[in-house]
């Protein structure tokens, strides 16, 4: 595994959710040496996932400005970026919601509040580790 793809990236407009999700990720941080990454919109987070090309992203769909559901659609459309795998986190908990989700190219979608160990174990999955 690259060093590219042992990156998490975490896009969410609560800071209390990302601390949350950093919370959850840091065994991988630690022990295997994962990179966390964090946004606080969807214009930041696709402007770092291009840069650092994270392996992982989990990313919120109710942000201010770019929607998840816009910030996925975007990874999507470039083929640089088709590794990267997108779980989408959310409190929209519609099956509408998640259907869209999984059209727009999510790997999984999550809802609030999510528990820390499928968190964990999803990463795990992810990144291979």
Do not use: N, W
Not at 9 to 20: A, G, K, Q, S, T
Not at 38 to 50: H, I, Q, R, S
Not at 80 to 95: D, N, P, R
């Amino acid at each position: 595994m690259t060093a590219e793809t042992k990156k998490i990236l975490i896009v969410d407009d609560e800071p209390h959710i990302r601390l949350l999700l950093e919370q959850a990720l840091e065994e991988l941080e630690e022990v295997e040496g994962v990179g966390i990454l964090m946004a606080p919109d969807g214009e930041t987070g696709l402007a770092l996932a291009e840069r650092e090309r994270p392996g992982l992203v989990f990313l919120d769909v109710m942000m201010p400005g770019m929607s998840g559901f816009d910030v996925i659609r975007e990874i999507r459309s470039r083929p640089e970026m088709a590794s990267v795998s997108v779980i989408l986190l959310t409190a929209k908990g519609q099956v509408t919601d998640r259907e869209e989700g999984m059209s727009c190219g999510a790997a999984d979608y999550l809802t609030k509040p999510f528990d820390p160990d499928q968190v964990f174990e999803l990463a795990c999955r992810f990144l291979g580790v």
